[in-house]
């Protein structure tokens, strides 16, 4: 753990491995902290506060920029490190590690940006001002999925406006978050700025983060049920809140796209990380007049990946996070045949050779998925693509926002009017117009409904960490 500069040992003094999903191996050990710890990182970052918030905007800029650079500079290692830690295909861990350092850049860039008003008052003896100032310690609760980008794109936007921050990263990935802090505190980042505590236990460091009065503001990202309990503690608190929570990706083939072109597409997105990400279309939904076509693409390409560790040369998906992943999605797929799905590929986990101590279940497709299989409600958070063929594309928008998720929706279509009208009905926050990837660190990242509250990223992204301060001077 860091706290105020020091890597720390809990106060228990007990600690918890981490295990390499692929292997089952362990890669390490961390400090297993608790509520104290939680106090003393929160009491670190309270202090820190007053000077951090002081520094001017062109310093703590220069501070994230030279954190890009590093970051930049060891992206292989970090991303070696991510497969080991959570799984992902080398490849993709490379790709994420460029998508993390680019909030670094991009929040360098922002923290410049932050401007203030000068309003108009009906008194001509008054002066009014209005000025953004740092909400203060900010307490951050990042996922395994996405363990270094979901730290830069909460902790670039905080530092940058001037906050500090207590960070508790998920169970499954700390040694990630450690190589993130490693990077920040080598960028030059004073002692108490950035504190860090591990726990295997959620739960108490959360109760500490959302009732601490000394907490101006939760930034969360993970499951919708934790999420919900999170922002309801810590609105009780009056602490501000963006929680980034799960999805339920409806991806639509209207009745003139092209069919090859999208089915190599949905191969492309479903199977990313395995599956395991919040914008992951969960409802792949085609035309009847195209369905043949859409599937023999997408079950060729799909029979096509390799299963295996990331580290491998060839692997394009790589093991679930643990057992219960495994599980769930086992549950899902055998429900949905118990309902009448078709399987053409996959349904099944891995559990031979090279498969056989780590979290494998095949890239699977389903077809004629139905609305009473649990898969077509619940979030899957696996390598599986259920198809759902449909009549009539007037009908298709209404069926994709038939969700209480409104985070990501991706449409196939050469029409630009059919393209604009699916772009205004879908109510989601990010969506996908023949792009399967509609994210960047310069544009809002955030959904509707059950996926949250707040964007990151983008112009917004910062402002979720400013608060307005209004001055009327009489002169
Ligand atoms: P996932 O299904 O992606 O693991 P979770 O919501 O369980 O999603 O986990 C996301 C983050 O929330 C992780 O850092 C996890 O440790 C944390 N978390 C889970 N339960 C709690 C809790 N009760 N209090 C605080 N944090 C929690």
């Not at 295996?308 to 040369?313: A, T």
Request: net charge negative.
């Amino acid at each position: 753990m860091l706290i105020n500069g020091e890597w720390t040992e809990a106060r228990s003094g007990l600690s918890f491995e981490v295990l390499n999903p692929a292997t089952g191996e362990s890669i390490g050990s961390v400090a297993d902290g608790g509520a104290e710890d939680a106090l003393l990182a929160i009491t670190a970052a309270h202090d820190a506060f007053k000077t951090w918030s002081k520094t001017t905007a062109y310093e703590r800029s220069a501070v994230l920029y030279r954190a890009w650079e590093i970051m930049t500079s060891r992206a292989d290692e970090l991303a070696h490190l991510m497969t080991v830690e959570q799984g992902k295909p080398l490849k993709a861990s490379k790709a994420e590690v460029k998508y993390a350092s680019d909030f670094l850049l991009w929040f360098a860039e922002e923290a410049k940006r932050v401007v203030g008003e000068w309003l108009p008052s009906q008194r001509p003896d008054q002066r009014f001002l209005s000025v953004k100032v740092p909400v203060g310690v900010v307490a951050a609760i990042t996922p395994w999925n996405y363990p270094i980008s979901m730290l830069t794109r909460k902790i670039g936007p905080a530092l940058a406006a001037g906050c500090t921050v207590v960070l508790k990263p998920a169970e499954a990935t700390p040694l990630c978050a450690k190589a993130t802090f490693d990077v920040l505190t080598d960028a030059g980042l004073p002692d108490g700025v950035i504190n860090m505590v591990t726990t295997s236990n959620p739960a108490p460091v959360g109760d500490i983060f959302t009732s601490d009065p000394r907490v101006a503001k939760l930034t969360f990202t993970g499951s919708t049920a934790v999420g919900r309990v999170l922002a309801a503690k810590a609105a009780s608190n009056l602490q501000r809140v963006s929680v980034e929570l799960g999805g339920h990706a409806p991806f639509i083939v209207f009745p003139d796209a092209d069919p090859v072109h999208a089915a190599k597409g949905a191969a492309a997105l479903k199977f990313l990380n395995a599956g395991q990400a919040c914008i992951s279309p969960n409802r792949l939904y085609v035309p009847s007049s195209l369905a043949d076509l859409f599937q023999e693409t997408l079950c060729s390409r799909v029979e096509r990946l390799q299963t295996g560790n990331g580290l491998h040369d060839g692997v394009g998906v790589g093991p679930l996070i643990n057992e219960v992943a495994v599980a769930k999605v086992e549950t899902q797929v055998e429900d949905a045949r118990n309902k009448g799905a078709g399987i053409p590929v996959g349904g099944m986990r891995l559990v031979n050779g090279e498969h056989s101590n780590g979290h494998f279940y095949a890239p699977t497709v389903l077809t004629d998925v139905k609305p009473e299989m649990s898969i077509y409600r619940e979030e899957t958070f696996g390598p599986v693509a259920p198809v759902i063929t449909y009549e009539d594309p007037e009908q298709v928008i209404e069926m994709a926002n038939d969700t209480n998720y409104g985070l990501a929706a991706y449409v196939y279509t050469k029409e630009i009017g059919v393209a604009m009208r699916a772009f205004e009905g879908l109510r989601f926050g990010i969506i996908g117009i023949n792009d399967v990837n509609p994210t960047s660190a310069s544009v809002p990242f955030g959904g509707m409904g059950d996926s949250g509250i707040g964007r990151e990223g983008g112009h917004e992204g910062i402002s979720e960490y400013l608060e307005t301060k209004t001055g009327g001077f009489a002169i």
